[in-house]
């Protein structure tokens, strides 16, 4: 049995929750707040970071692409041609790429600091860095989040999928990102129809509906959150 420590808004969290999915992989997801530094969590991942996965009484597994390589050795050889890392070297390579274009640049110029001054804020008292939003970031995330729309659209319009013809690591990435921002109605769509698009078939899958379920008690998701049809 797996386990999986994780926060329903991290992209890297969501990232691996949607591998999961895709792999049909048994999982129990349990919430961690990393800001709490529990002395348990910390003997896993001294870094004090999410995700971390635990497979029986194996040793932690911990951050995104760990696991996303992990996973895929010990589950994508037979998943076939629904495996998410293409067989080709150069393919691979871009896969990586773009993971980590998503859940590094796209997470820390945008995702990150929405999802921390509007959602984490709220759960991290206020001694620890708690409290109201910072106006000058949203604004900077909000500007930084058109580019990456143009990118995403930009790869959609030359490729079938991100990296290239099939659904691979890099789509999951990518739509955890946008998943984040698009609860909190952040995401432009009007600026890019392609990657419009591209999201509406990444949200559509099975694997996404557990990521749709989520919710902040003080925060409801914005209207295109649930919508297939946004």
């Not at 919430?31 to 009484?57: C, H, I, Q, S, Y």
């Amino acid at each position: 049995m797996i386990k999986v420590f994780h926060h329903p808004f991290s992209t890297s969290c969501r990232f691996v929750r949607l591998i999961c999915g895709e792999y049909g992989v048994p999982v129990e997801f349990v919430v961690e707040k990393p800001w709490e530094r529990r002395r348990d969590f910390l003997l896993m991942n001294p870094a004090g970071t999410l995700p971390v996965l635990v497979e029986n009484d194996g040793p932690p597994i911990c951050g995104a692409t760990v696991i996303m390589e992990y996973l895929d050795e010990t589950r994508g050889y037979t998943m076939g041609d629904r495996r998410l890392m293409p067989g080709h070297a150069e393919t691979r390579a871009e896969v990586r790429r773009l993971v980590d274009w998503f859940l590094g640049k796209f997470d820390g110029e945008v995702v990150g600091y929405l999802v921390h001054e509007k959602i984490f804020k709220l759960e991290i008292p206020r001694g620890q860095g708690g409290g109201e939003p910072d106006s000058a970031v949203l604004r900077a995330a909000r500007a930084n989040i058109r580019h990456h729309l143009k990118y995403i659209g930009w790869l959609t319009a030359t490729r079938d999928w991100l990296a290239g013809q099939r659904l691979s690591f890099a789509d999951l990435a990518a739509a955890a990102a946008l998943s984040c921002v698009d609860y909190l109605g952040e995401v432009p769509w009007d600026d890019d129809e392609t990657t419009k698009a591209w999201y509406g078939l990444v949200k559509s899958r099975p694997s996404f509906r557990p990521i749709l379920a989520d919710r902040i008690l003080a925060i409801p998701p914005a209207a295109t959150y649930v919508d297939l049809d946004f």
